[in-house]
């Protein structure tokens, strides 16, 4: 049975909850407040998913109704979202990059992570806002120093969706190039819809896309990814420790802004992403007043 980890309610308040197919296919939201307060790194330390499907099993979760309620990020705010950078050959091409030989590692603040259909805000002097759908990796125990990959690939947990929103003209101008600066505005990593666990599907060979305002943009798979999700789990470990509910997202394949084929992201625009069997996410882009902060409400038609 495929589980899939969500989270539901208003931003600060959401609940726990999991989403599993009954005898006849049809799928049903079940709470997990039973089990846990949320979807964090303690419950995906403590065998949370297979204590999720042993409820299940035994009847113990109440079902419940999604209906009208906001999906949020799958995983409670991790304590470290860590980005591999080129992680795709053809966006190395694109980026005027060549291939690594070793992962291109940087941080993204945890306040940047959003749910994945919240309305998103285009920071105020912003004229190059890309769009980077990546498949995000979910920490399920503490990693460091491992000695193998499948150590590594026993680390984690779970997948889901993620865009890795950049400013290019913060990011890549001058020598030594500021990608914090460019990858760390407010709302900058919708994560989701849902978390679904590593032992529930085959990350190596998913179809990634992006589509703005109906036009496809990038369309490839994990299977083109430079380094597999294990060996990036397995080299980061080598550097700084992993937690649990911690999250990776691990680079975005052709098709982006920056190449010069598409505009930037402008207000109005709509930009969906989908990874098979992760779900898909959509965010309209509105314009952030200078005076606002990272808490600011988005235009009353784009919440409606």
């Known amino acids: 049975m495929t589980l899939k980890f ?3 309610g208003t931003a600060g308040n959401e609940q726990p909850a999991v989403i599993a197919q009954d005898a006849s296919g049809a799928e049903k939201y079940f709470s997990l407040t039973p089990l846990t307060n949320d979807i964090d790194g303690h419950f995906l330390a403590a065998d949370g998913v297979e204590r999720t499907r042993e409820a299940l099993n035994k009847g113990e979760l109440p079902e ?5 309620l906001r999906i949020g990020a799958p995983v409670a705010r991790p304590g470290a979202v860590v980005a591999i950078g080129l992680n795709y050959t053809a966006h190395a091409a694109e980026s005027g ?8 590692v940087f941080l993204k603040p945890s306040n940047t992570v959003a749910g994945p259909f919240d309305a998103a805000p285009i920071p105020p002097s912003s004229e190059k806002y890309d769009w980077e759908v990546e498949l995000a990796i979910v920490i399920g125990r503490e990693a460091s120093y491992l000695s193998s990959l499948e150590e590594a690939d026993a680390c984690i947990a779970g997948y889901a969706v993620a865009n890795d929103l950049s400013e290019r003209e913060y990011q890549i101008p001058g020598a030594a190039g500021q990608w914090t600066k460019g990858k760390s505005l407010p709302g900058s ?15 190596g060979s998913l179809r990634l896309q992006t589509v703005v305002n109906g036009e496809p943009r990038q369309d490839s798979t994990t299977a083109d990814m430079i380094f597999d999700p294990a060996t990036i789990v397995h080299h980061l ?3 700084m420790v992993l937690e649990p509910g911690d999250v990776i997202i691990t680079g975005t394949p052709e098709g982006v802004a920056l190449s010069g084929r598409f505009p930037f992201i402008q207000p109005g625009d709509v930009v969906e992403l989908e990874i098979e069997g992760l779900g898909r996410q959509r965010q309209e882009y509105y314009r952030a007043q200078a005076a606002s902060r990272s808490g600011a409400t988005a235009p009353a038609h784009i919440n409606a």
């Open 6 to 8: 969500a989270r539901l």
């Open 64 to 68: 419940i109704s999604p209906e009208g």
């Open 97 to 104: 990059a060549t291939p690594p030989e070793v992962p291109v």
């Open 189 to 203: 990593t919708p994560l989701g819809p849902w978390l679904v666990p590593a032992s529930d599907i085959d990350a």
């Open 237 to 239: 470990s080598q550097y």
